[in-house]
């Protein structure tokens, strides 16, 4: 897709043009409304991309193992640490952003093999365009809903799958239901591992759902956040995750996440369990 010139006010489509490739300031029309590209002032080669007025991705462009969002790099470090032994590493993003995970991933990993889901299929071409992802197979974007296309892989098929997707503030609830974890459960390996970015207030009862839903359908849970969140001070996000194989058995991972500029906490599956317990688990309606 070429680049588009940004909209302005009263024009009803940003046009075409065939440019140079590379992000260019500015706001521009979407499938689902409008995304914002603006560069980061504090990093001459780090971009911001909003969609609908939400921020949703940082890149840098010179460094794709840079992770400016905190939950993004709490997720990276819990990934690194259940692949202590390295081996295949084949990614489902559900949600792409500006696909900084996936940068992260096919930098780190050079094997991987990626699959990320975008629902607005304007959006993944500008994407693709502006920030140089890796070509497929080591990174493809897919447009389409998240969990039709999870309920279309074959079992057994992915090692990690990463759920970030927002309308607005919030997870589409068809995303956060048991019904769906279990998909996602079918699609990993044996040792695959579920990880779920949950945005929630500070009564954390969202993030308390969530838990207790992933809780039931893997064996094993951990949760990663900062204390003032997990303590109920604000509002942020909660990642939390699932496996068949035991979490946080990694003594380097929580030295990690103290280490990062919001320093951050990991919850084994005991203690989950705990901030879960009486929590409604989600269901599909």
């Known amino acids: 897709m070429g680049r588009q010139r940004p909209a302005r006010p009263g024009d009803p489509k940003a046009q075409p043009d065939q440019g140079d490739s ?3 300031a500015g706001t521009y029309d979407i499938d689902t409304g409008t995304c914002e590209v603006e560069p980061d002032p504090f990093n001459p080669n780090g971009w911001i991309l909003k969609v609908n007025g939400v921020p949703s991705s940082h890149i840098d462009l010179s460094d794709p193992l840079r992770l400016d969002f905190e939950y993004m790099r709490w997720i990276a470090a819990l990934v690194e640490s259940q692949r202590r032994d390295g081996g295949p590493l ?68 992915r090692d990690l799958i990463i759920r970030d997707v927002f309308a607005g503030s919030k997870t589409p609830r068809p995303l956060t239901t048991l019904e769906f974890t279990q998909h996602a459960k079918r699609v990993l390996s044996e040792n695959g591992l579920y990880l779920v970015n949950c945005g ?84 599909d309606q």
């Open 22 to 24: 590379g992000p260019v």
């Open 90 to 157: 084949r990614a489902l993003h559900l949600g792409g952003g500006a696909c900084s995970l996936a940068r992260y991933f096919a930098a780190s990993v050079p094997e991987a093999r990626q699959v990320v889901v975008e629902l607005d299929g304007r959006l993944a071409g500008l994407v693709r365009d502006w920030f140089d992802l890796p070509r497929a197979p080591l990174v493809r974007i897919r447009v389409g809903e998240a969990r039709e296309v999870t309920e279309s892989l074959t079992a057994g098929s």
């Open 200 to 283: 929630d207030s500070p009564d954390l009862a969202g993030a308390r759902r969530e838990a207790a839903t992933i809780g039931e359908a893997f064996t094993y849970t951990a949760v990663i956040a900062d204390p003032a969140m997990l303590k109920g001070r604000r509002y942020g996000n909660v990642i939390i995750a699932g496996s068949e194989t035991p979490l946080d058995q990694d003594p380097g991972l929580a030295r990690v996440l103290l280490g990062g500029g919001v320093p951050a906490q990991v919850w084994d599956d005991a203690r989950v369990r705990k901030f879960s317990n009486g929590a409604q688990v989600l269901h």
